[in-house]
């Protein structure tokens, strides 16, 4: 498994942006699916974001279309998330995780057993 360790969460004003940091350790990080996870009070978990292993090919849920990126540096183990016009709906935990068999073209229909690695969590808080 590899190891992942989130930074970057903090209170922003809404309008504000914020970019996540995920670094992985302990496997080849090129060889995972990442994805960017948040949830919220009394939510379930929902996934953000995700991107291949080349990076080549990114998912987003809609609710952050057009103002959130995901991309990753395969070469420094860690993949990102820059949020921008940052709204109170955002505030969650944020958490990354890395998936060995799950493609792209499958996340939306994601199930838990698909990622086996996850990150601690970061709290993200977008004040109104």
């Known amino acids: 498994q590899v190891q992942l360790v989130e930074s970057g969460g903090g209170l922003v004003q809404a309008g504000g942006s914020l970019r996540l940091s995920c670094a992985a350790s302990?496997?080849?990080?090129?060889?995972?699916?990442m994805g960017w996870f948040r949830q919220a009070p009394g939510k379930e978990r929902e996934i953000v974001a995700a991107i291949s292993r080349s990076g080549g090919t990114t998912f987003y849920t809609d609710s952050v279309k057009g103002r959130f990126t995901i991309s990753r540096d395969n070469a420094k183990d860690t993949v990102y998330l820059q949020m921008n016009s940052l709204k109170p709906e955002d505030t969650a935990v944020y958490s990354c995780?890395?998936?060995?068999?799950?493609?792209?073209?499958?996340?939306?229909?994601?199930?838990?057993?698909?990622?086996?690695?996850w990150g601690q969590g970061t709290q993200v808080t977008v004040s109104s």
């Open positions: 302990g496997r080849t990080f090129s060889s995972y699916l």
């Open positions: 995780a890395a998936s060995w068999t799950l493609l792209v073209a499958r996340v939306s229909s994601w199930r838990e057993g698909d990622f086996g690695s």
